[in-house]
Nanobody, 120 residues
Framework: VQLVESGGGLVQAGGSLTLSCVVS????????MGWHRQAPGHQRELVAT???????NYADSVKGRFTVSRDNAKNTVYLQMNSLKPEDTAVYYC???????????????WGQGTQVTVSS
């Protein structure tokens, strides 16, 4: 099972980007999914999560600007980022709690990360 992110890049402050993360491989089910980010010199921090039923949770710093969503048929989670600020610059990582078969518990898996750079 692997997670592959896409959609990062360079954008000016006030702009928008949409990140995508596709989970592929031997999948029985996917529980929670989400996004974290890590800026240089900082610890990785939670950005947003979404449960299998669609309940969402956001870091205070992104509330009202970012929207997390998922397409269960495509095993994909998205992060729509609007009104981007220079302080949003970071490597963004997706994660997912994946069960490979019904006889094992879910395991958290991570993508490789995608760079988001917001210029002032």
């Amino acid at each position: 099972v692997q997670l592959v992110e896409s959609g990062g890049g360079l954008v000016q402050a006030g702009g928008s980007l949409t990140l995508s993360c596709v989970v592929s491989g031997s999948i029985f089910s996917i529980n929670g999914m989400g996004w974290h980010r890590q800026a240089p010199g900082h610890q990785r921090e939670l950005v947003a999560t979404i449960s299998s039923s669609g309940m969402t949770n956001y870091a205070d710093s992104v509330k009202g600007r970012f929207t997390v969503s998922r397409d269960n048929a495509k095993n994909t989670v998205y992060l729509q980022m609007n009104s981007l600020k220079p302080e949003d610059t970071a490597v963004y990582y997706c994660n997912a709690y994946v069960r490979a078969n019904p006889y094992v518990p879910a395991t958290v898996l991570w993508g490789q990360g995608t760079q988001v750079t917001v210029s002032s």
